[in-house]
């Protein structure tokens, strides 16, 4: 099923949540309120007409000049249409909430960390929502686009014992 008829059965199916649907080369997106994230995805998983069964990926994004400043991208495929698309949710600065999507894809669980860890997007419901890439004290979200380039000026807790462990890496180029 092409894209675009895709998007427009998600704006059938659900006309107050979907905000706009954008088209770029034989790609669609979705943009989509967060409120409901949980029954469009429950949706696009289990009509078998659309059938999205793999979630391709789960992201989030930072425009801080834009009101909402945060989104959070779903790329979702058909191993057995062999259609995808995207949904783009939304997340206002001031309420960084999402209801999880891991009983729809248990996949999700990792995307979800990942995006809390490097963006600071809470994912409700989510089982064990905690950093996954960085340490568990470190202070702020590194893919925000106001995070210091340098980061924190202070070194966490193991730095030491990963400069030893990592002192030999050097020998293992190949020249």
Known sequence: MEPLKIAKRIKDRFPEEVIDIVQFLDQASVIIKKDRIVDLCRYLHDDPDLYFNYLADLCGIDYPERKPRFE?????YS??????????????????????VIPVWVGANWHERETYDMYGI???GHPDL??????????????RKD??????????????????????DDEWTIR
């Open 72 to 76: 959070v991208i779903y790329n979702l």
């Open 79 to 100: 191993l057995t249409h062999k259609h995808r698309i995207r949904l783009r949710a939304g997340i206002p600065e001031e309420d960084l909430n999402i209801e999880s």
């Open 122 to 124: 809470n994912f409700k």
């Open 130 to 143: 905690r950093r996954i890439l960085l340490p568990e004290d470190w202070e702020g979200y590194p893919l």
């Open 147 to 168: 995070y210091p380039l340098k980061g924190p000026d202070k070194e966490y807790r193991g730095y030491e014992e990963i400069k030893e462990t990592h002192k030999h």
